[in-house]
């Protein structure tokens, strides 16, 4: 049988600290997302006063829909180079 060897955990106060390290961190993280928070609603807030906001939204609605029957136009191509790449494969093992 195997001698067990003696093992010594030495436990620091090093976690500590970088524990309270870690916890003042992520406290400063979170008074930046509340920071970042206010001024985001504040400027929603400006955008929706001054009417900002209406006249944004309909150029991108329409650059959606132009995206949009781009996207359907190339998934047509590609719809249609899958079917050529299928019936090729087909007629190469109807060939086999």
Same mark, same amino acid.
């Given at each position: 049988?195997? %001698?067990?060897? %003696? =093992?010594? =955990?030495?436990? @620091?106060?090093?976690?500590? /600290?970088? *524990?309270? +390290?870690? !916890?003042?961190? #992520? !406290?400063?993280?979170? +008074? !930046? ?7 985001? *609603? @504040?400027? &929603?807030?400006?955008? #929706? ?7 944004? /939204? !309909? ?5 959606? $829909?132009?995206? &949009? ?6 998934? +047509?191509?590609? %719809? ?8 090729? $494969? ?7």
């Amino acid at each position: 049988m195997a %001698k067990k060897e %003696k =093992i010594d =955990i030495v436990r @620091s106060k090093d976690f500590s /600290s970088v *524990d309270d +390290e870690l !916890a003042a961190a #992520l !406290a400063q993280l979170d +008074e !930046a997302n509340v920071r970042v928070t206010e001024v985001l *609603d @504040s400027e &929603k807030l400006d955008a #929706l006063l001054n009417g900002a906001a209406e006249s944004d /939204s !309909a150029p991108v609605a329409e650059e959606t $829909t132009a995206e &949009k029957e781009g996207e359907s136009e190339k998934n +047509e191509e590609l %719809k249609g180079d899958s079917v050529q790449q299928q019936e090729e $494969t087909q007629a190469q093992s109807d060939e086999a």
